[in-house]
DNA sequence: CATGAATGAGACTTCATTCAT
DNA sequence: AATGAATGAAGTCTCATTCAT
């Protein structure tokens, strides 16, 4: 059952484990220990924990980005795919037993130090924003109103997830969808 | 210029520390040191650092109450005291340094083992959420519409200070100024 | 028989180990181990590795002046107080086991960072330097010659100290004893 | 540039970095690393650190033996090959940074458990001890004197190296230049 | 010959907490 | 009420070495 390589086992133990409690709380003993590896294998893969995170949130990323790819390609029209993003947001939220967003929750304790993580954040925020504004672009003619109405978007997705995490309750991004619907009739 | 008051100086010291850099990220010995004070006189005071982290939660909920109900016994219309809400959102923002809600932050690091905090996040979240909701009551006739209007309010306020924490940019407490500006009108 | 104070028991025994096998060869584990002591006690004692070394140096410092003053303040002739000297650095290199100067063997592994450790060593050496020249200005008139073989005597102890270690043998320290008292006749 | 022979690469880097910062204070990783080798051929050439330190400490040797050897054959009179001696030591001081003898450096970190590394620093220094020996056999008739000046002569040599590592200064190695100088002269 | 992954042991340091005074 | 010393556990990271390829 173990994956032979030791950098993936300790790269998908560290992502669930920091996505579970958050980069702060996960130390590198108990990732190791997870992952069945020995510490220095670790750090022959990864030269710190902090690029062990940065890793992990790339990974986070891409998946984000293939996730919303396929959406935008994808034939529905554009409320359409706001429907199906924030469905799919719902199902994550649940089955990731309401942990929010990893970009959201390490940003919570990485302040000051870690440019490259306040980078990454940064980063993968700014295209979940353009996601949504391209997708408006295709339902509103007017640029201006697209720009509005795919920044709300964002607030509501955000919003959403956090106050999901916090409440420990899906009604969140039950409100969210429900507005992001009415959004996208107008 | 140094307080007589052991326990408030701790406190005050934990809420500045706990705020800018995120409750796991903070020891007890920096805390001490920074409040000027003997360890076991922390432990005289508080039980725990989880025990302190609630009263600085404490504290924090006690100011934004009060700030909040000074805006809903003032003479503002609905609107306007939507508005002043969101205006004084965008001062905490820049003057904590785009640090964001406390305990949200505080979530992202703190699992099922600290129920009491936890159980202060709902809290907390909740009593905002009535905030926008009661808000709402007075502005529209409808009550369905009224608590849907005031959800939606109260997950701009979240997306919009997650991302300008995220982001360390403004831009995202501007949306939701205008979009909730627009909401009131209706 | 256990010292009842810890930080007293952790210098004895980092005093003992750093002279024996060399500070880089001895770790923090060892030192608390054989001192009986946790690890954090060390750490509420020394900050740091480095500060204990300066530490111990400052105790070999102390010893080695109030030494060389009991030499100096005594009644004896010059050449009878260098003769102390080399006599006392005899019994100390048996008693050593012939591991030499604790400056000079910290100092082959510490250049570089440890600046504070640098500084220690230089003011240790330069204040033998003058101790061996005062005593010359007792035994030469000329001033100069007074300078010139007080150095002399630096350097004999230094390279006697030096070569007593490196080879396990007392015979330098015999050379340096016989070319010393006659240095002192001229 | 880069040498295509692997143990050569790594004999010259770790001589480079043992005598820059000392025996202990350089690990495997750095080497290969400098030395851009891979781990195991390291181990390929040379069995432990212990051996490439001994192999480094032999090259050391040949080289001191031949630049001695050069010396002894030359055709300048006692004084001068003193002169010479001493002189050269000058610029190796200046040239390394101060950092003295290579075999003093290492027998200061080096304890019982190295027996291999300890007789080689004997015989590099009793080879040194007979090198200023056998040049005072040249110059004086009486043996049992030139045998005194030889170990003089050596002891002003391991004094001044080990004092101008430790003062950063060359002076002492001045000293011991005019000291022997003036031996010489008699 | 050369290689990169893997390892157990240990490096130095800090954690939140308790105890004796 | 206040203090500084003491602590076990855990923190991140590096050591010299070996192994399978």
Request: proline share 2%; with cysteine; hydrophobic share 35%.
């Amino acid at each position: 059952m173990r994956k032979s390589n030791a950098k993936e086992r300790i790269l998908e133990t560290a992502s669930k484990l920091f996505h579970e409690k958050g980069y702060s709380e996960v130390g590198i003993n108990e990732i190791i220990e997870t992952a069945e590896t020995a510490k220095a294998s670790f750090y022959q893969h990864y030269p710190s924990k902090e690029a062990l995170c940065e890793a992990w949130l790339d990974t986070v990323h891409e998946r984000s980005e293939n996730h919303r790819s396929d959406i935008v390609d994808s034939e529905q029209a554009p409320a359409e795919k706001i429907e199906s993003y924030f469905r799919d947001l719902e199902s994550f939220m649940v089955n990731s037993n309401f942990r929010g967003c990893p970009y959201s929750n390490t940003g919570a304790v990485t302040d000051g130090a870690c440019a490259g993580i306040i980078g990454q954040i940064q980063d993968h925020k700014e295209s979940i924003r353009q996601f949504f504004r391209s997708i408006c672009m295709q339902q509103f003619e007017d640029a201006a109103k697209a720009e509005c109405v795919g920044d709300h978007l964002f607030l509501l997705y955000s919003g959403s997830t956090t106050e999901a995490q916090n409440l420990k309750d899906i009604w969140p991004i039950k409100v969210a969808q429900a507005v992001a619907a009415e959004l996208m009739k107008s």
